[in-house]
Structures are given as C-alpha cells and as structure tokens.
C-alpha cells in the first residue's frame, strides 16, 4: 500500500480457564491518504500444557503396546495367559484410561485457534481424522477387554481382577477379537500415520506453526 506506515505490535496472553497460551501479532498499517487504518492480526496459539502431555504420553502408550501386541503369543482357544499377554492387557487398559481423562480435557478445554492461512478443507479434514483417532482410543480397548472376557481371560490391573463386561463364551461376542486386531492393525495405524505425515508435512514443507501447536513451548 502506497503511503502507508506499518506497525508490528506483539501480545502474548495466557488465557487462563483453557489453559492456551496465545501470542497475538497484529499489524496495524496507516494510511493517513485514505484515512483508514487497515489491521491485520496473525494469531499464533498452541494446545495447553496438558493436552501437550496427554497427547505425547498416548503416543508413547501406543508405541509400547503394539511391541508388546506383535510379540505376544497368538491368542487361541486355550492359549495360557502369559506375561506379555498380561501386559497388553495392562497397557491397553491404561491407553483407556488415559483416553477418556484426554477426552474430558478436550470437550472441556476445546482447541487453540487454527493457524492462520491454513485452507478450510485441511481444517475440516484434520478435525475428521482427530475424531476417528479419539473413538479409535476408546473403542480398540474395549473391544480388547470384551474379547477377553469372551475368552474367560482375567484382566488384572495392579493386582486387581476389573470387572467381566460379558460372559465367558457368551453368544454373539465372538467377532470382538478379530474386530478388535484389524482396527488396531490398519485403520489405527493408518490414520495415524496420515495424521503424522500431515504434521511433518506442515512443519517441513509448509513451514507454518502446526507440529509446534503440539510441541513444548509454544
Ligand atoms: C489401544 C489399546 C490396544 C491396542 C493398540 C491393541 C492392539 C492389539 C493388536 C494389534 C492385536 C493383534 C495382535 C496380532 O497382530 O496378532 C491385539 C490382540 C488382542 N488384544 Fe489388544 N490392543 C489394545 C488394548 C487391549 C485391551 C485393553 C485388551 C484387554 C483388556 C486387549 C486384548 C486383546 C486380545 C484378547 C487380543 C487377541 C484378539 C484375537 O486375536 O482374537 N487389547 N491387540
Ligand atoms: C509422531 C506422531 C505424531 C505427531 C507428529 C502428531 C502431531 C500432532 C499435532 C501437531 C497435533 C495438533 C494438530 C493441530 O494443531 O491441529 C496433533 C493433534 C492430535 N493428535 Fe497427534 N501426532 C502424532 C501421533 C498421534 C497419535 C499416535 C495419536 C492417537 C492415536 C494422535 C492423536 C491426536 C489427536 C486426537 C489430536 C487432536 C487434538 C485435538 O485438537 O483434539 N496423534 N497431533
């Protein structure tokens, strides 16, 4: 813009109920030839410290228990429940309870601002994969417990027996142990890796703020 003077004004606040903390760039251009000040405001926000570590902490979660999921014994009709079939268990179980407090913080909390320039359709479609990987942390557990139940094998959490959602054997329960491994194996994978592609993509092609939205600092 001709004849106009530009100002960069930085604010950094800490909105307290969520948590975000936001810094704010706004560029205020002059223009005393057509007498209008013309504001432009970049907004740069990240995720809470604790979703920040809630995020992280599942991820590690999940790293652990498909090790832990592609070495155990295949589960048959009578297979004995050995110590890494325990711990997959264990695991699995603490991924659900750490989903479900992830999940509270998120419906309480909401998420920061979306970055500024990014397309409408890479918003809607990162929204989309999030949801699928949050009903993903909750339903590949359950399914898990169900199929153990089913099994008749006791899930024990630091030395306690949790409750049977279903009967040994019961009619109709079967298909859980199959459902359960094939969207572990693909569908939580797959989206996973579209989800982690896309945020290296950002940080490394794009080179906007997304993957540090996540990241410890921001
Ligand atoms: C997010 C958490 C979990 C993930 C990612 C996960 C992943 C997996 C995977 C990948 C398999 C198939 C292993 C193979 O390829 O042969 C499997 C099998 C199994 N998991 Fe999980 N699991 C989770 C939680 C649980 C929980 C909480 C339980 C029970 C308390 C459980 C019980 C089982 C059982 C019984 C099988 C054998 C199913 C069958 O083949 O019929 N899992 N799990
Ligand atoms: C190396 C692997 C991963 C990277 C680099 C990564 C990176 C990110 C980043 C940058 C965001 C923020 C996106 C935004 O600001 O819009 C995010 C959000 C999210 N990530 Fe990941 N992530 C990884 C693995 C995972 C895994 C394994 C899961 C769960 C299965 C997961 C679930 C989520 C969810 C549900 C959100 C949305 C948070 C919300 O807004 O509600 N991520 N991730």
């Known amino acids: 813009m001709e004849h106009c003077h530009a100002l960069d004004i930085a604010i950094e606040t800490h909105i307290g109920s969520k948590g975000f903390h936001r810094k704010t760039v706004a560029r205020e251009t002059f223009c005393p030839r057509i007498s209008m000040n013309a504001v432009k405001t970049h907004t740069f926000a990240g995720y809470s410290g604790g979703a920040k570590v809630l995020h992280w902490l599942i991820v590690a979660l999940l790293i652990a228990q498909f090790v832990v999921a592609w070495t155990m014994p295949e589960i048959r009709r009578d297979t004995p429940v050995t110590t890494l079939i325990s711990l997959h268990f264990t695991f699995g179980i603490i991924i659900l309870g750490v989903a479900v407090i992830r999940l509270f913080v998120r419906v309480q909390g909401g998420t920061p601002a979306p970055e500024a320039g990014i397309p409408g359709w890479q918003e809607t479609s990162s929204q989309i994969v999030h949801w699928l990987l949050y009903a993903l942390l909750l339903a590949v ?47 939580m994978l797959i989206l996973v890796g579209v989800h982690a592609v896309a945020a290296l993509y950002h940080h490394f092609v794009m080179h906007d703020g997304v993957l540090k939205r996540m990241l410890p600092g921001r």
């Not at 094998?153 to 019961?170: Q, S």
């Open 141 to 187: 557990p359950v399914l898990g417990w169900i199929n153990a139940d089913w099994r008749g094998m006791p899930i024990v959490l630091f030395g306690y027996e949790l409750p049977h959602l279903i009967a040994a054997r019961a009619a109709g329960w079967q298909w859980t142990g199959d459902v359960h491994g094939v969207l572990a194996n693909f569908a």
